[in-house]
């Protein structure tokens, strides 16, 4: 027995001997005996070569292996250790050979170093929003609003495909640069199908950021308007959750918000009034804009003061190249622009102007009526050096109104933006902006010989960072304060005959400090996160004397007459010259979780809890150019809003459609509502009419975009409800609405939206949308009574009724007789219909006698029907 224990011990030795030298090969070094003949190509058809050839075979990533195009083998007879050395160190690849499988990792690029570059069109103008790729892998960065983009390389010979929207795409090498220029160049090819391919729609898989919509200057420039005149707000209203307050005007509701709860920034300056001619036109030169985000929920710390939205409009850049102007001539306004560059190409302008003339056509009529705008954009920009660039934004817009000679008005926005960008490294940059922004309204009655003025002024400092840590993680962080000098109302007499004695109303004096910071983190291939925290603050100074009143109530509840009545002071309490009369503080956080279910979909989840310190006088659901602002104070506390919102997102058939649905919740704390018959106008106790209630909102939201092809468009829809809620304050006060919730004037239970457009040809290009929303809220009076010979209408419950459904039709034709033509003067016409049915949409709803019997009648109060334009286009 023993023996043979012996001998079989023995027998497994040898063979173990035997197999020392194959498994050493295995799991170690290839030897070099190991020769193969290889013929030159791409890597993953060398190491094709190898698999055939010997008894090896290789397991790898298809993205790190398909980016080398060219193995750079030319043909003969390699060692294999002597290949796979080779390739380890041109392109920073590991093999590890385990049992005959050899596993090829690329090297990690903790230790390269970061691209930061600039895409520029033709003229050296940048493009923002351009799309640059590492080949071969999943890293991916979008250029900011100056063209700008930081990117970190994979390996060494890293390629960055880099393209944009009707420019032809272009692929660069840095190799050992750190710093590069990208030129696209407009694609002009002529094939047989235009197929258009804009990435901006696709939907964001991996990135965290969700409930924002981005629309280019191309996609508003297609979606037909009123009067020919392209408007980047109107074009809003195609997005869920975006609605109108009617047709003709101003303002637009985001899931079921108020209008002034909307933050509208241009080029990081607050726009208080944010239309022309009461809503016909909006305030935003469309040949002046770049692009502009709308932000609905899950909103970056960066923003802040305001709890519904944030409308980020960016400018565009001037030519840096060479001088361009372009223009267009309409029915009633014409606008014209010009850029270029100053400085021997270190810096470039731009400047455009618009105006409305529909007023001279009046006066060739012997009618003395008269309404028209004007606005002036301008934008500068001046490069110091390679890390140091200066920017000068500026805004100038005024409405004037005059009827019959006995009634005028003007009123618009100014503003202006200094800011400096630096950057520290390629990791690190900052941007510091000093910014001033002014909204002003003047009125004139000359029949009672007074003249009434109100404004809001703004001074404001910024200085935001950005810091790219790693490929993994990086922070936004920063301060900004905004110091407020509100006056609410100005009343002088025009004359020395004049019955009006000078009343100034108190102003009111504010600073809003807040601190932020931002950041994004890649935990996993699958799972991104972008939290924040921001900090906000509120000052409310004198000088002004603030009224007291018994038990601290401004507005009192009559209960013989079961209604809300102003209080009446006991005293006042001077508050002097810069001494703090009351202040507020909120923390905000914000989170946004994205965790992709493949390449092509994700499920993302956000929260954001905001607070808004100013606020909006106003019992009107649009708002008028009289409404005025007031800060927060005594009886009068911030809003503050708390958000959720889950959503689905998936790009199919190749990114050729994409789809975005979202369900949110969001409350509004301290949301104003007023007793009924409130006197908002040159009141200088606007505490007296104000009561503090709350408000709600949740829907669905979906969103379907065609992205490819001849045709392309989106299919929007919203599914929601807005309520609010104002209770009493004792159980003996019933508040608003006995204390129930109602719905809020924003209510709009669903919203439908089709817009597309159709390359026909070379020439004619062809635009449709198509918008239907449930009728706006109103409280109709349910029956009368008679008081000492006056009849007196009854209402019951608030906003119980509604106007009839809202809808339109709208289409659009462009013709371009040269469309080859790519210098010189260059033309396009524009032929549009707005309400191509005529629909007879309901402003208002009043009621009257009937002239002949007498008995009461509604009567609907309808702005527009069907409203055909030309426009004539132009640059060169």
């Known amino acids: 027995m023993m023996n043979l224990l012996c001998k079989r011990a023995t027998l497994f030795v040898l063979i173990i001997c035997g197999h020392i030298p194959t498994l050493m090969a295995q799991e170690g070094n290839i030897p070099d005996n190991v020769r193969v003949r290889l013929k030159p190509g791409s890597l993953r058809s060398v190491l094709e070569q190898v698999q055939q050839q010997t008894s090896y075979s290789f397991a790898y990533n298809n993205e790190e292996i398909d980016r080398v195009s060219d193995a750079g083998i030319k043909q003969g007879e390699y060692s294999l250790a002597d290949l796979l050395k080779t390739l380890k160190q041109k392109y920073q690849l590991n093999f590890k050979n385990r049992n005959g499988v050899i596993y090829v990792k690329r090297k990690k690029s903790g230790t390269l170093r970061s691209i930061k570059g600039r895409v520029l069109d033709e003229s050296g103008g940048p493009l923002p929003q351009a799309n640059v790729l590492e080949k071969g892998t999943s890293n991916g960065v979008v250029t900011d609003m100056n063209g700008n983009f930081n990117i970190r390389i994979s390996a060494e010979d890293a390629v960055l495909a880099v393209s944009y929207l009707g420019y032809l795409s272009r692929e660069i090498r840095p190799g050992n640069k750190t710093a590069i220029n990208v030129d696209l160049e407009p694609d002009a090819a002529l094939l047989d199908e235009v197929v258009v391919t804009d990435r901006r729609n696709i939907a964001e898989i991996k990135k965290p950021q969700m409930s924002v919509n981005r629309l280019s200057a191309e996609q508003i420039r297609k979606i037909p308007a009123v009067l020919g005149e392209t408007d980047p707000l109107k074009s809003l209203l195609q997005l869920p959750g975006v609605t109108n307050a009617g047709e003709a005007s101003s303002g637009f509701n985001v899931r079921g918000g108020a209008a002034d709860q909307n933050l509208i920034l241009l080029d990081g300056s607050p726009i208080f009034s944010d239309s022309h001619l009461f809503g016909f036109f909006s305030v935003f030169n469309a040949d002046a804009i770049s692009d502009m985000e709308l932000y609905k929920g899950g909103i970056p710390s960066t923003f802040g003061g305001r709890v519904s939205s944030v409308l980020d409009v960016h400018q565009k850049t001037g030519d840096y190249q060479g001088f361009h102007m372009n223009g267009g001539i309409g029915l009633i306004s014409s606008r014209l622009l010009a850029e270029g560059p100053f400085a021997k190409g270190k810096g470039s302008f731009l400047v455009a102007g618009r105006s409305s003339y529909a007023h001279l056509f009046l006066k060739l009529a012997d009618n003395d009526n008269s309404a028209y705008f004007y606005d002036l954009n301008t934008k500068l920009n001046y490069r110091l ?492």
């Open 385 to 876: 050096n390679e890390n140091n660039t200066l920017y000068f934004s500026g805004y100038f817009g005024r409405d004037i109104f005059n009827f019959n000679k006995s009634f005028s008005s003007s009123y618009g926005n100014t503003m202006a933006n200094l800011r400096w960008k630096h950057d520290f490294s390629d990791k690190l940059s900052s941007d510091l902006s000093l910014i001033y922004s002014d909204y002003r309204f003047g009125l004139e009655l000359d029949a009672q010989d007074f003249q009434w003025d109100n404004t809001i002024e703004t001074y404001s400092a910024k200085y935001d960072l950005r810091h790219h840590l790693s490929d993994n993680f990086s922070l936004h962080y920063g301060a900004h304060a905004t110091y407020y000098d509100f006056n609410p109302g100005t009343l002088k007499p025009k004359g020395e005959d004049s019955g009006i004695n000078f009343e100034q109303l108190d102003k009111k004096y504010a600073l809003e400090p807040a601190f932020y910071i931002d950041a994004e983190h890649k935990i996993s291939e699958k799972l991104s996160v972008r939290y924040g925290l921001r900090y906000s603050m509120f000052y409310r100074y004198g000088e002004q004397d603030v009224n007291v009143y018994e038990d601290d109530r401004a507005v009192v509840f009559n209960p013989d007459f079961h209604i809300y009545e102003e209080g009446t002071p006991v005293g006042s309490t001077h508050y002097g010259s810069g001494e703090t009369i009351a202040s507020f503080d909120n923390l905000e956080p914000r989170i946004g979780i994205s965790y992709a279910l493949n390449d092509n979909a994700s499920i993302k989840a956000s929260y954001n809890r905001m607070s808004q310190y100013l606020h909006l006088l106003s019992n009107t659901q649009s708002p008028t150019p009289i409404n005025i602002w007031t800060p927060s104070g005594p009886f009068i506390e911030p809003q503050l809003l708390d958000q959720v919102a889950l959503g689905f997102f998936k790009n199919f058939r190749d990114e050729a459609y994409s789809l975005e649905t979202e369900v949110f919740y969001k409350k509004v704390k301290n949301r104003i509502d007023y007793i009924d018959g409130a006197d908002l106008i040159a009141n200088n106790d606007i505490e007296q009419v104000i009561l503090n209630g709350k408000a709600r909102s949740y829907g669905l939201e979906v969103l379907l975009r065609k992205n490819t092809g001849r045709l392309t468009g989106w299919l929007s829809y919203t599914l929601s409800r807005a309520e609010q809620k104002t209770v009493g304050r004792t159980p003996e006060e019933p508040g608003i609405n006995n204390g129930d919730w109602y719905l809020s004037p924003y209510d709009k239970l669903h919203n439908l939206s089709l817009t597309g457009g159709y390359e026909l040809n070379e020439k004619w290009s062809l635009g449709g949308s198509f918008t239907f929303q449930t009728g706006q809220t109103y409280t109709y009076p349910k029956g009368q009574y008679e008081i000492g010979g006056i009849m007196v209408p009854n209402y019951t419950s608030r906003n119980e009724d509604r106007l009839p459904s809202y809808h339109h039709l709208d289409v659009s034709a462009t013709y371009t007789p040269k469309p080859k033509k790519k210098k010189g003067w260059q033309g396009e016409w524009v032929f549009s219909i707005y309400n191509l049915y005529s629909r007879k949409n309901s402003a208002s709803v009043s009621f009257r006698p009937n002239e002949d019997t007498g008995i009461n009648e509604a009567v609907r109060l309808s702005i527009f029907g069907i409203i055909p334009s030309v426009t004539y286009n132009f640059k060169f």
